[in-house]
């Protein structure tokens, strides 16, 4: 087996939500193998923003102590730094909450903001966070960008009116940038506001007040994150943190997911063979519950197929996400969003083609920089 592929079955076998606490002798063999590539397999975690999650699952696991000294040694100080990170990732977006809070603003956590207040506390510090995604009701932004201004925080670079997020709110004092959306990912249709917070779940820590999706909804906005904002269904990407999140909801909230509810809305929006892939890969590589999704079809067997080929070729993935970068602003939901154009027929080409055109004249010379960064910032 070539050794890149070998690496990552491993990391993801690493991961897997279904495995026990206890030591797994089998697994801890492969491990310990002289033929596994560990530095191949660590470059790969790297960028899989996976590192971090790679060493709480061997601690839990017990399975740490098994490893060369070296990857064990590396592990561990990784492990120290993710907890130390994110534990002041927690405090800023608790006083960021706070103040929104007395602003009269109860903000929706997205993403990995919510593994700060559901993980273990010995597992804080197993998720990679680059910024903080807050959902505001549409009515308040203004009102909740006002008032974390007054507490230090920075907007970055310009906004457009259209898009789903203010820009990102820095402070000199905190770790990572707030993100204020007045919706639920960059989308029109998928998921409204107003479907997202009427079934949103409050999240109960200390005298704070704020909310989470509800289960069903937290899989729709990943699955809807991965395959279509960030073309992982095109890429044949697996996106290995956005797909631990996805096994991890579906394992902690097993019993509360309306499978159908979420099948059905795949299907309305031409998403079912994107969603039926990606529960497919969750499965196979991380052991995600389904309830008895039918996942196996050969759509769903070939993208696990082509994602794991593609692990032989890492520069094949750079290329691919420049391609993402470049196709990005004018993807339809996309238009969809700023021009209300619909996601299919005469109307999207014509928005789409207007769009490109305003693109074109506003950065010229900067569009190959642009799309590089896009690709970069994927996942």
């Known amino acids: 087996m070539n050794k890149k592929v070998r690496a990552f079955l491993v990391l993801a076998r690493a991961l897997r939500v279904d ?11 492969e491990l310990q193998s ?25 601690l839990r696991r017990r399975l740490l102590e098994r ?28 006083e960021a909450i706070a103040i929104l809070n007395a602003a009269g603003c109860t903000p929706m956590v997205l993403k ?13 510090g197993a998720r990679v966070l680059r910024d903080l995604d807050l959902v505001v009701p549409a009515d308040r932004l203004d009102d909740c960008v006002d008032a974390l201004r007054r507490s230090g925080y920075v907007p970055e670079g310009e ?8 820009r990102p709110l820095h402070h000199p004092g905190h770790l990572v940038p707030i993100e204020l959306h007045v919706l639920p990912g960059e989308q029109r249709r998928f998921m409204s506001p107003e479907e997202a917070w009427g079934e949103a779940v409050p999240l109960p820590v200390a005298d704070l007040s704020m909310a989470a999706l509800c289960p069903t909804h937290r899989i729709a906005h990943n699955v809807f994150h991965s395959e279509v904002q960030d073309a992982g269904f095109a890429l044949g990407e697996v996106w290995l943190r956005q797909l631990h ?18 099948s059905t809305r795949m299907r309305q929006h031409g998403l079912e063979r994107a969603f039926r892939a990606r529960m497919h890969l969750a499965s196979e590589l991380l052991g995600a519950p389904s309830a008895g999704l039918a996942t196996g079809d050969w759509c769903s067997r070939f993208h696990l197929r082509r994602c794991l080929a593609q692990q032989r070729w890492p520069g094949l993935a750079d290329r691919l996400r420049w391609v993402a970068g470049v196709l990005g602003p004018v993807r339809a939901h996309h238009i969809d969003l700023i021009y209300a154009s619909g996601t299919g027929g005469l109307r999207l080409q014509v928005q789409r083609a207007r769009h490109a055109g305003r693109l074109l004249r506003k950065h010229r010379g900067e569009l190959r920089a642009r799309a590089a960064a896009r690709g970069r910032n994927l996942e």
């Not at 990995?112 to 010995?122: D, N």
């Open 34 to 58: 002289g033929d596994l590539d560990w530095s191949c397999l660590l470059r790969l975690a790297d960028r899989e923003y996976a590192t971090t999650t790679l060493a709480a699952a061997l």
């Open 67 to 94: 490893l060369p000294d070296s990857v064990r040694g590396a592990l561990q100080r990784r492990h120290v730094m993710g907890a130390a990170v994110n534990q002041r990732i927690r405090r800023q977006a608790e």
């Open 159 to 166: 906004h457009e009116d259209w898009t789903y997020h203010y």
């Open 245 to 262: 999140d996805l096994a991890v909801v579906c394992r902690r909230y097993e019993g509360a997911i309306d499978w159908p509810a979420l």
């Open 19 to 29: 495995a026990d606490d206890g030591e797994d002798v089998q697994f801890a063999a």
């Open 112 to 124: 990995g903001g919510l593994h700060l207040f559901e993980a273990p506390a010995e597992e804080i």
